[in-house]
């Protein structure tokens, strides 16, 4: 299994200019997440799938969207790229089904790193 | 007021020395407490988890849970050059259809030869 795997690993943008980052995951997992990691300031939750078709926002929504048509895939679009999105970007993903507890291990890609000028 | 809050270091150690991080947390309805090690340029992996107050040991690694003061620790023995990455706290609030990760500021330890 290769897990959880993001394109591009590298990427620069001009203010205004659009692009997806992209993530798949062969885990068959249900829920899939996007986040992004300034410097002192840990991960911030972008987005969530609780499946195929279903999204929600998370703490830092604006200026992003996403999709899920798929269980695999869950890109990111950046409509109008900005300084402020200069950032790295982490996928990761969690099989929750059924009742009971979960500890919902959340397992992440390597990552994006996005510089917006 | 930040809901985890986290030394963000950088702590520096030798080779073999005892190391502790700490996270702290102002949410009581927190039922698990994990530790995330993330090696430079790459992404968070799961250290640890620990559902309820105690000790949780493995290998080098204890993770401990303080819920009445609410407050986490985790203590890394005989550390290792190869122990040397930022550490993520992070707590969840299990239930629903959120189920959402709150994460530490990271601590950042360098382990010297």
């Known amino acids: 299994n290769a897990g959880v795997t993001q394109t591009p690993k590298f990427r620069i943008l001009k203010i205004g200019q659009s692009m997806t980052l992209q993530c798949t995951q062969d885990?068959?997992?249900?829920?899939m997440y996007w986040y992004r990691q300034d410097p002192g300031m840990g991960l911030k939750l972008i987005y969530y799938?609780?499946?195929?078709?279903?999204?929600d926002k998370g703490e830092v929504p604006n200026g992003y969207n996403v999709s899920r048509s798929t269980t695999e895939d869950f890109p990111l679009r950046l409509e109008l790229a900005a300084p402020s999105q200069t950032s790295v970007y982490f996928c990761?993903?969690?099989?929750?089904?059924?009742?009971?507890?979960?500890?919902?291990?959340?397992?992440f890609g390597p990552g994006t790193r996005l510089t917006v000028l | 007021q930040k809901e985890v809050e986290q030394d963000p270091g950088p702590l520096s150690v030798p080779e073999g020395a005892i190391v502790s991080l700490n996270c702290t947390y102002s949410?009581?309805?927190?039922?698990?407490f994990m530790w995330y090690r993330q090696y430079s340029r790459k992404g968070p992996e799961l250290l640890m988890y620990?559902?309820?107050?105690g000790n949780k040991e493995d290998g080098r690694f204890t993770a401990q849970v303080d819920k009445s003061s609410k407050y986490i620790s985790l203590f890394i023995r005989d550390s290792q050059p190869s122990d040397s990455a930022t550490y993520l706290c992070?707590?969840?609030?299990?239930?629903?259809?959120?189920?959402?990760?709150?994460f530490g500021t990271g601590t950042l330890l360098a382990v010297q030869p």
């Open positions: 990761a993903s969690s099989d929750r089904r059924g009742g009971g507890t979960s500890t919902d291990t959340q397992y």
């Open positions: 885990m068959n997992h249900n829920y």
């Open positions: 799938s609780v499946g195929a078709g279903i999204t």
């Open positions: 949410n009581s309805a927190f039922q698990y």
């Open positions: 620990t559902y309820s107050s």
């Open positions: 992070a707590m969840l609030h299990y239930g629903g259809a959120t189920n959402k990760l709150i």
